[in-house]
C-alpha cells in the first residue's frame, strides 16, 4: 500500500525533529520544508537539512522566502513603526505569515495528503498556521503531534534519545526560533513574571557590560519609507551592504552589527489571541534600530495629524497581523494608508549604536518641515517673518479663551444668584 505523504514545516529544532520521527513510525511518508526567513546564523540551512535528512525525511525542500517576508511584512511593521504593547517588533510570529503559506504550496505541488508543523496548543503559532491552511487548503489534513500529544520538551527529548538522536541540553530547556525580524527564547524563566534570562540563554546580541566601550554611528538612508543604505559617517556601507543590497540584507546586517553593541535584548509580556499571557525573551537589534530611525525621520516630514493617526491605525494593522488576521481585506486598506502616508518619508537618519542604547542624532529630508518653515523666516523660540508681535499677543489671546471660559463655568454659580 502507498504511504499517505505528509509535508512537514521543519525548522530543525526539538518540537519539528520529534515530530519527523513520530509521523515517520506512524507509517507516513515525511517530506520536510525549511522555509528560509532571515536565521542568523551562517550555514543554517545547510545544518537544518542535514538534521532532516539524519531523522529520515524522505526529501527536503528549502525556500527562500526573504525578499518576499520583507516586501509583505517587514516593510509595513517599519512603515507602521510596529511595536507589540510599544516594546515587542513581534518577532517571528509576524513570520509565520510567509512560512505557513510556501509550506502549503510545497504540500500542494507534491500532491501531498497533509500538512503537519511542530507547534504546541499553548501558544499563539499553531492558530497562525491553522489559519493559513485553513485559507489556501480547506480540505488538506492537518497533523500537529506536539499540539495533539501535548508533550514537554523533556519527553520529546528523551524520545529522540531513546532512539540514537543527539538532542542540545539548550533546546531542551528553551524554545528558540530564529529570523530576519529576530529570535524569541522561551522556557525556563520565561514561564514566571520573575526571573530574567541568563547570559547563556541569548543567541547572538552581547550583554552591555560585553558591548565595546566606544559607540558606532551610522547613516540609514530611507526612500518612500523603505531604507535603502546604511553606512558610516564617511559614507562607507556598513559590512554586509553596499551598493544595490537589498533591504532584507541591511536589516541582517543591523541586527549582527546592533548586537554587537548589545542592542535589542528584552523580554515581552502580553495576551494571547488565545486568551493567556505569555513572556518571552527577544532579540531585534536591526528592527528597532530601523523603527527608531524611521520615527525620526517621519517627526520632520508629517504633520502632526498624520502621525497620531499613523500611531493608532499602524497598531492596529499591527496587532491584527500578530493576531493572524492575515486575509481579511481591512488588511489591504491598512497598507494603502501606510502606502500614502510615506510619500515624503524620504532623507537620512544618523544614529548612534552604544551600550545597548539606540540614539537618533539627526535626520534630513528634502520635504523637511522644519526647513520649509525655515525658508519663511520661522524658527521656533527664535522669531518669525510670518507675524508681527500683536497678532501673535491676539493669537495668544484667543487660544486661552476657552480653558479660561471652563475655568470660571467649574466655579459655579450659587441658587438665587
Not at 26 to 39: H, K, M, R, S, Y
Not at 100 to 127: C, W
Not at 294 to 314: I, Y
Request: aromatic share 8%; with cysteine; hydrophobic share 40%.
Amino acid at each position: 500500500m502507498t504511504k499517505r505523504k505528509i509535508v512537514l514545516a521543519f525548522s530543525g529544532g526539538l518540537d519539528t525533529s520529534y515530530a519527523l520521527v513520530s509521523l515517520r513510525e506512524q507509517g507516513w511518508e515525511v517530506l520536510t520544508a525549511n522555509v528560509d526567513t532571515g536565521g542568523l546564523h551562517s550555514g543554517e540551512g545547510e545544518a537544518v537539512q542535514a538534521r532532516a535528512l539524519e531523522l529520515g525525511s524522505a526529501g527536503h525542500v528549502v525556500v527562500d522566502a526573504r525578499a518576499e517576508l520583507y516586501e509583505r511584512v517587514i516593510s509595513y511593521a517599519i512603515k507602521a513603526n510596529y511595536l507589540r504593547n510599544g516594546g515587542y517588533p513581534s518577532c517571528v510570529g509576524a513570520e509565520r505569515l510567509v512560512q505557513a503559506e510556501k509550506v502549503v504550496q510545497t504540500a500542494l505541488e507534491h500532491g501531498a495528503d497533509a500538512v503537519g508543523h511542530g507547534s504546541t496548543g499553548a501558544g499563539a503559532d499553531h492558530v497562525r498556521y491553522d489559519a493559513v491552511i485553513r485559507a489556501l487548503a480547506p480540505t488538506m489534513e492537518i497533523i500537529t503531534p506536539i499540539r495533539d500529544e501535548r508533550l514537554t520538551r523533556e519527553a520529546e527529548s528523551e524520545y529522540l534519545r531513546e532512539r540514537g538522536f543527539e538532542v542540545s541540553a539548550k533546546t531542551t530547556t528553551y524554545s528558540i526560533n530564529e529570523g530576519l525580524i529576530g529570535t524569541t527564547i522561551g522556557g525556563g524563566e520565561t514561564y514566571g513574571s520573575w526571573e530574567y534570562l541568563p547570559e547563556s540563554a541569548w543567541t547572538y546580541t552581547r550583554s552591555i557590560a560585553d558591548a565595546p566601550d566606544e559607540a558606532v554611528e551610522l547613516l540609514l538612508g530611507f526612500d518612500g519609507g523603505d531604507v535603502v543604505s546604511c553606512t558610516t559617517p564617511d559614507g562607507a556601507p556598513i559590512d554586509g551592504t553596499g551598493p544595490g543590497t537589498p533591504n532584507y540584507a541591511i536589516l541582517k546586517a543591523l541586527n549582527e552589527l546592533g548586537g554587537t553593541h548589545g542592542v535589542g535584548r528584552g523580554i515581552h509580556m502580553g495576551s494571547t489571541m488565545v486568551g493567556n499571557l505569555a513572556r518571552v525573551g527577544f532579540e531585534a537589534p536591526g528592527m528597532l534600530i530601523l523603527i527608531a530611525a524611521h520615527r525620526e525621520l517621519e517627526r520632520l516630514v508629517l504633520s502632526n495629524r498624520q502621525q497620531a493617526t499613523k500611531a493608532s491605525l499602524g497598531t492596529t494593522y499591527g496587532d491584527l497581523l500578530h493576531e493572524a488576521v492575515y486575509y481579511d481585506p481591512i488588511l489591504d486598506d491598512f497598507r494603502a494608508f501606510l502606502d500614502s502616508s510615506q510619500r515624503r518619508v524620504t532623507g537620512t537618519v544618523r544614529v548612534r549604536l552604544h551600550k545597548g542604547t539606540v540614539v537618533p542624532l539627526g535626520s534630513r529630508s528634502p520635504f523637511s518641515l522644519l526647513d520649509a518653515a525655515a525658508r519663511q523666516g520661522v524658527v521656533y523660540g527664535y522669531g518669525s517673518s510670518l507675524w508681527t508681535g500683536e497678532q501673535a499677543r491676539a493669537f495668544a489671546h484667543m487660544y486661552a479663551m476657552p480653558g479660561a471660559i471652563a475655568q470660571i463655568a467649574g466655579h459655579g454659580a450659587k441658587p438665587g444668584d
